[in-house]
């Protein structure tokens, strides 16, 4: 079936502006993760969802930015007032349940110019 | 220093030899996942080990964990030419939440 598939692909924003990446899981999956990748380094966990549970917050870097998922379906990750430091790869990642293998998408290339 | 850290950053070998990268945690956990990651394909998940398990085979993958030490290691044998990628362990610490803590990873490179 189909995979974890993100969009845009590449996005390039001026600073101030705000940027909604969007994340579709594989169908079924109830856990949904959103990590940042910054050129060279390792992925740094923003968020993640369960199902109908409150989500994990824990990792989103400022409030500027805040991420929704739609029952076990599509998410966004909005960033506001981006910054050049939120340049980076933004990968999500969906799995059947928690402590499960994780699925990726491609990623969103976010360049803040 | 941060949970799930892989040493070597950097392996460069010879496609036929063995390459060995290790991965250092620091709280107890659920499970240990290790995945791959190059610029063609993305993240690819390699294999799962759970805390109550000691090694696991995948192919010409094969992963330990050693719990007391806070450590695992993944093995690929007879590497090949498309072996070469960047090699993260991932954990999720056993605190109540699955939020996995990805180390910086380990670049292979396998010379033809």
């Known amino acids: 079936g189909a995979g974890v598939s993100q969009s845009p692909s590449n996005k390039v924003t001026e600073k101030g502006k705000d940027v909604e990446l969007r994340c579709d899981p594989i169908?079924?999956?109830?856990?949904l993760y959103w990590y940042r990748q910054r050129l060279g380094q390792g992925l740094e966990f923003l968020i993640y969802?369960?199902?109908?549970?409150?989500?994990?917050k824990s990792g989103l870097p400022s409030d500027r930015f805040s991420a929704e998922r739609t029952g076990e379906s599509v998410s966004t990750l909005t960033i506001q007032r981006t910054q050049q430091e939120d340049s980076a790869v933004y990968l999500c990642?969906?799995?059947?349940?928690?402590?499960?293998?994780?699925?990726f998408g491609p990623g969103t290339r976010l360049t803040v110019t | 220093s941060q949970q799930g850290e892989e040493d070597p950053q950097a392996l460069s070998i010879q496609e036929g030899e063995n390459a060995t990268m290790n991965c250092s945690y620091k709280?107890?956990?659920?499970?240990l996942q290790w995945y791959r990651q190059n610029s063609g394909r993305g993240l690819v998940h390699l294999i799962l080990?759970?805390?109550?398990?000691r090694e696991k085979h995948s192919g010409r993958l094969r992963v330990t964990l050693d719990t007391s030490k806070k450590s695992s290691s993944l093995l690929i044998t007879a590497s090949r030419a498309a072996d070469t990628a960047s090699y993260f362990c991932?954990?999720?610490?056993?605190?109540?939440?699955?939020?996995?803590?990805f180390g910086t990873g380990t670049r292979l490179k396998v010379l033809a």
């Open positions: 990642a969906s799995s059947l349940a928690e402590g499960y293998e994780q699925y």
């Open positions: 169908s079924g999956h109830t856990a």
């Open positions: 969802f369960q199902g109908n549970s409150a989500p994990d």
């Open positions: 709280t107890s956990i659920n499970n």
């Open positions: 080990i759970r805390s109550n398990e």
């Open positions: 991932a954990t999720d610490p056993s605190s109540g939440t699955y939020k996995y803590i």
